[in-house]
């Protein structure tokens, strides 16, 4: 079990711009893909991104496609996810999680360890 903290969600209008940031406890989750996922109220959780270990490799829903991008630093153990051209629609609570492989997954099943969460509110 890897502890993720989740940073840098907050209010913005639509149109703006964040970056959320997620730090692992374990250096060795390094070894291992990552991805961020979001639930907004009343609806399930869904995935946004993920990218493997290396970073040679990176995945997006096709409703944040063009919009956000998602980053890693091994040396640090964090992966970011920056978020442009943001919606009333992303809004949701974002986590961040650890997959079970190194290569690039993207189902919620594949993913071992979970953030608590940040809250991203879109104002329109």
């Known amino acids: 079990q890897v502890d993720l903290v989740e940073s840098g969600g907050g209010l913005v209008q639509a149109g703006g711009s964040l970056r959320l940031s997620c730090t692992a406890s374990?250096?060795?989750?390094?070894?291992?893909?990552k991805g961020w996922f979001r639930q907004a109220p009343g609806k399930d959780r869904e995935f946004v991104a993920s990218?493997?270990?290396?970073?040679?490799?990176?995945s997006y829903s096709d409703s944040v496609k063009g919009r956000f991008t998602i980053s890693r630093d091994n040396a640090k153990n964090t992966v970011d996810l920056q978020m442009n051209r943001l919606q009333p629609e992303d809004t949701a609570v974002y986590y961040c999680?650890?997959?079970?492989?190194?290569?690039?997954?993207?189902?919620?099943?594949?993913?071992?360890?979970w953030g608590q969460g940040t809250q991203v509110t879109v104002s329109s």
């Open positions: 374990a250096r060795s989750s390094s070894l291992y893909s």
């Open positions: 990218i493997t270990w290396n970073s040679d490799q990176t």
């Open positions: 999680a650890k997959g079970k492989w190194s290569s690039l997954v993207t189902q919620k099943g594949d993913f071992d360890s």
